[in-house]
């Protein structure tokens, strides 16, 4: 029995061993590409800039915008002054026509703007024309529907003085279903 039991002592602790290096390998797969794209960009952040050697020929005529142009470009010809100038100077002119484009849209939408407001108000003045023409109309058959009611009221009155005349005179109506 004796033996069973260090030979169980063995397997555990081949079994620790073997659950600590999963642990550690698992742990490094997962944090060491982190770790060493970090450590790359730190090395080459302090790595010295080679100087950098620009041949602009006048045939490039073309500007790239800031957010297409190479990284690793990026501080060649910085300390050049026609470059420096040449560069301000095309800033510039794409901040002139970027205004330039912007007055044009806001010119664009100013006119749109002015087409909407004027159908709005040809379209408002319309229907303001068609209620006032229909509460005329409604005017006109409320008149004539007050004055339809004073025609009905003076003929019920009428009415009832001839058939009180001819009931006075003796008329009797056996045919009749109201009083």
């Excluded at 159908?119 to 004055?147: L, P």
Aim: proline share 3%; hydrophobic share 35%.
């Amino acid at each position: 029995m004796a033996h069973s039991s260090e030979r169980r002592v063995w397997c555990l602790g081949v079994l620790r061993f073997v659950l600590a290096f999963l642990c550690v390998c698992l742990f490094g797969y997962i944090v060491g590409p982190t770790l060493f794209w970090h450590l790359k960009e730190k090395s080459r952040a302090q790595a010295s800039c080679p100087s950098c050697v620009c041949d602009y020929s006048s045939e490039t005529d073309f500007f790239l915008p800031p957010g297409l142009v190479n990284g690793t470009y990026s501080d060649c010809g910085k300390n050049d002054p026609d470059i420096n100038k040449e560069l301000e100077k095309d800033i510039v002119d794409l901040l002139s026509e970027e205004i330039a484009l912007q007055k044009i849209v806001s010119n664009d939408t100013l006119e749109r703007t002015w087409a909407l407001t004027m159908d709005t108000k040809k379209a408002s003045s319309h229907y303001q024309k068609e209620a006032e023409k229909c509460n005329a109309g409604v005017e006109v058959c409320e008149e004539a529907r007050e004055r339809a009611e004073s025609e009905l009221r003076e003929e019920v009155k009428l009415t009832a003085s001839w058939e009180k005349r001819t009931r006075e005179l003796g008329w009797k109506d056996s045919k009749r279903l109201y009083t």
